[in-house]
């Protein structure tokens, strides 16, 4: 299998007739779900999207989605996938970044999709999904049912399947480029490593758009021939509804969405008894919940490892019997992972960057040379990341390169802290950042989410701090906040918390 096309072909042949999608009431048999993804890529075909040329996707987690993504795929095209409660400047300045000579959207997001491809001013059609189609648009519809027959063999596996643009926490959002062959090498590296079968049916409500939805959501399921059961915004009751509807097997989600439903308090019980796995990815897990939550649930929840530049999986625990908690496992089979300061490698145990070479390592960034040549050196993609590597392989996450807080010359690594202040019982969440301070550069500042009834005071936060710290690492200020800002995924945006 050399394409996502030829893996969707080869499963189709093998399983026609089993449900590859559930949204709702709908379900898609693997047979109605190869049949659209052949008629929406001979559609674009018909509009003059060639092999090459990128096609914005500005869609939540729905069938259309999963059917264009791949139509993409078959193509030869890029899939340019947007979140769609991005302000249109912002998705704007993708389409442009991206040259998107096509856009296919939804009905109910054309204001801002439409303002942004007429910002761009480079989408030469956009595909409306839905009853109201403005002037100049075509509707999904009438491109399937109006596309010919015949279309050119699948791409190879080193064309480019996804042009997915990072979240831009250091700047400008930049494409990352991952192949055919990227994808389904990690796909097939995540079962490998993880137990799934094509008897799974797979919660997704993580955001498609997003890496880490992309891959374990939607090309894993696909790849296996299992069943994907589309999910379109995180709600813990709309979750667990859908758990037990659908009896789903593997939920996959970021830590955000384990601590919510963790501490859920409901009147009505669900059967989710068919959970057998839950996968914790794009953020750090913190470590206390993983036991409370398969308490709670009865289930088991892995954590794993891995930047959209990785296609992205990199590493992920195994099994409960081989996992180590706090970890973020061993490397997938295939893919090596070093801890490197510059290009020194580092022994067992010391803290570096975390380093990674393997068939999942993206092409490079889309137009930007310079950016491939600092993230891409002699093949191992440098992540960013900081953490160390046990000497059973384990890896564990530290920090970010650009989350580091250096204070009187000395490094404070905000997650140590942060899982501190998360002993508290008061606390939900926190954010530990850097502020500016003229004696020492540096100074911790916390910010803190308070669990729903529970009070506390700052001091309070920074004594518990000064008991279980170092003094250069103690917070010099708390500051407790309604809500702290996050990515659509979960992930605490730190550079908002810096500007306050």
């Given at each position: 299998m050399d394409s996502l096309g030829c893996a969707l072909r080869e499963t189709t042949e093998r399983c026609p007739d089993r449900t590859a999608v559930i949204a709702g009431s709908a379900r898609i048999s693997y047979r109605e779900l190869a049949g659209a993804v052949e008629a929406t890529a001979a559609g674009l075909l018909a509009r003059g999207i060639e092999p090459g040329d990128r096609v914005a996707l500005i869609l939540p987690n729905c069938p259309q989605f999963v059917i264009s993504w791949m139509a993409c795929a078959r193509l030869g095209a890029f899939a340019v996938p947007l979140n769609p409660i991005l302000a249109a400047e912002e998705a704007a300045y993708i389409l442009d970044d991206a040259g998107a000579q096509a856009l296919i959207t939804l009905d109910q997001l054309l204001p801002m999709a439409s303002g942004a491809a007429k910002a761009a001013g480079?989408?030469?059609?956009?595909?409306v999904a839905g009853e109201s189609v403005p002037e100049g648009?075509?509707?999904l519809g009438a491109l399937m049912a109006s596309a010919p027959e015949g279309l050119p063999e699948p791409p190879d596996g080193d064309s480019v399947a996804a042009l997915l643009y990072t979240s831009g926490t250091t700047g400008r959002p930049k494409g990352a480029m991952l192949t055919h062959r990227n994808l389904l090498f990690d796909a097939m590296a995540s079962r490998e490593a993880v137990s799934m079968t094509e008897d799974d049916i797979f919660l997704g409500v993580l955001p498609l758009f997003h890496s880490f939805g992309s891959t374990v959501c939607m090309v894993i399921p696909i790849v296996m021939g299992a069943t994907i059961v589309l999910v379109p915004r995180f709600d813990a009751l709309s979750v667990l509804e859908a758990i037990e509807a659908t009896r789903a097997t593997i939920f996959p989600a970021v830590p955000s969405m384990f601590?919510?439903?963790?501490?859920?308090?409901?009147?009505?019980?669900?059967?989710?008894g068919s959970l057998r796995l839950c996968i914790s990815g794009g953020a750090a897990l913190p470590p206390e919940l993983t036991p409370a939550f398969e308490e709670r649930y009865k289930t088991t929840l892995l954590e794993g490892y891995g930047p959209t530049e990785a296609s992205p999986v990199v590493?992920?625990?195994?099994?409960?019997?081989?996992?180590?908690?706090?970890?973020?496992?061993?490397?997938?089979?295939?893919?090596e992972v070093e801890i490197r300061d510059g290009d020194r490698p580092l022994p067992v145990g010391e803290i570096g960057e975390i380093c990674?070479?393997?068939?999942?390592?993206?092409?490079?960034?889309?137009?930007?040379d310079a950016k491939t040549r600092e993230a891409i050196r002699d093949g191992w993609l440098y992540t960013g990341d900081l953490g160390n590597v046990d000497e059973d392989g384990y890896i564990t996450i530290v920090d970010r390169k650009t989350d580091m807080i250096i204070v009187g010359g000395l490094n404070v690594y905000p997650r140590e802290v942060e899982e501190?202040?998360?002993?508290?019982p008061a606390i939900r969440d926190c954010a530990v950042v850097g502020g500016r301070s003229r004696l020492r550069g540096e100074t911790v500042v916390a910010f803190v989410e308070l669990h729903e009834g529970?009070?506390?005071?700052?001091?309070?936060i920074i004594q518990h701090c000064s008991n279980c710290l170092a003094r250069y690492k103690v917070p010099r200020r708390a500051e407790i906040v309604e809500e702290l800002p996050r990515s659509v995924t979960g992930k605490v945006l730190k550079r908002e918390l810096r500007g306050q």
């Open positions: 480079c989408v030469k059609h956009v595909i648009a075509v509707s601590t919510v439903l963790g501490g859920l308090k409901s009147e009505r019980s669900f059967d989710v590493s992920v625990n195994r099994s409960r019997e081989t996992r180590k908690i706090g970890t973020v496992g061993p490397p997938l089979p295939g893919v990674v070479r393997g068939e999942n390592v993206m092409a490079g960034y889309w137009q930007d501190v202040i998360r002993r508290l529970h009070e506390i005071e700052a001091d309070d």
